[in-house]
């Protein structure tokens, strides 16, 4: 769907098992589940415009188009270079969104970090972390799978930093967020055309 931003390197070795709750539960985002991929992108028009700035949806964007960004994605998955999931519904039937787990560091290098941010998040797993939910299902959705998926992540990954990434256009993201024990972050990067927020969490730093 959005393209992959997977480094060359692993993120981690071992990802946990994914996260499964009465309301949803995450299945890595394989070629088996393109059509549910894409049928969500394409009932979630104004959800996938503000969580890509604009960059997305693409005007008779298909099944056949989106196949080679899912392969792209689930070859960096089973190489540990970066992690898509899908939200499923707790029937397995429709996909209530997406979830991108992707190194942070090489991002940060990119878009021009200055030296004390590379140094705070070098040498060890640190990731960037954005999603969207379905457009008929986000106001429901966004607490709920806010506070589910930050125990998960916190708890279950072998990572010594995270940080969120959300466009200030994604209100129901921003609005759930901001109701966990996440600190508010700036981070200036030159190279980054987009103002996106963001939020760190309290887990293991990189000295």
């Not at 393109?34 to 890509?52: F, G």
């Not at 099944?63 to 792209?72: A, E, F, G, Q, T």
């Not at 970090?113 to 140094?119: I, K, M, P, S």
């Not at 916190?154 to 200030?168: E, G, N, S």
Request: glycine share 4%; aromatic share 12%; net charge negative.
């Amino acid at each position: 769907m959005i393209p992959s931003a997977g480094s060359g390197h692993r993120l981690v070795a071992d990802p946990p098992e994914p996260l499964a709750t009465d309301d949803f539960f995450l299945a890595p985002l394989c070629p088996d589940l393109l059509d549910l991929d894409t049928e969500a992108y394409l009932a979630s028009p104004d959800v996938i415009r503000d969580h890509s700035c604009g960059r997305w949806p693409v005007e008779g964007f298909r099944s056949d188009d989106n196949l080679p960004l899912v392969i792209r994605h689930w070859s960096d998955h089973q190489a540990r270079r970066a992690f898509t999931y899908l939200f499923l519904d707790p029937e397995g039937t429709s996909s209530l969104g997406c979830l991108y787990v992707q190194p942070l560091f090489p991002y940060l290098e990119a878009m021009g970090a200055d030296a004390q941010t590379l140094l705070r998040y070098a040498g060890g797993a640190t990731a960037r972390v954005s999603y969207w939910l379905r457009q008929d299902r986000a106001p429901g959705l966004a607490e709920p799978v806010s506070e589910r998926l930050d125990e998960w992540l916190r708890t279950q990954w072998p990572l010594d930093a995270y940080l969120y990434r959300v466009a200030p256009a994604e209100e129901f993201t921003v609005h759930a967020l901001d109701r966990l024990p996440l600190d508010r972050i700036d981070i200036d990067l030159p190279a980054e055309r987009y103002d996106y927020l963001w939020w760190a969490a309290a887990v293991r730093m990189v000295s």
